[in-house]
């Protein structure tokens, strides 16, 4: 799927501190991606899109789970042993 999503508010700050937790650069994570540095930097300031592929990927890179629900529609979120909340 290559949908392209909007970037919830608070995502760019859990990536940074999912980044952070595991001591990676916006470099090292842009290499792993495959993608600029610049591309790593706006997702953290939550500056625009990504893709759901994308979004995928950076959730297995830094292992947290990634939970979709309906808008208005609560769903109990499920964690794997991360300490980091999506």
Known sequence: MDSVVRVPEQL???LRGA??????????VAEQLGVSVQAVSRLEKNAGKASFD???????LFDVDLVLRRRGVGVPAVRN???TEW
């Open 12 to 14: 760019g700050s859990l």
């Open 19 to 28: 980044r952070l937790e595991r001591s990676l650069t916006q470099s090292q």
């Open 81 to 83: 042993n991360s300490t």
């Open 54 to 60: 994308r979004i995928h990927q950076l959730c297995l």
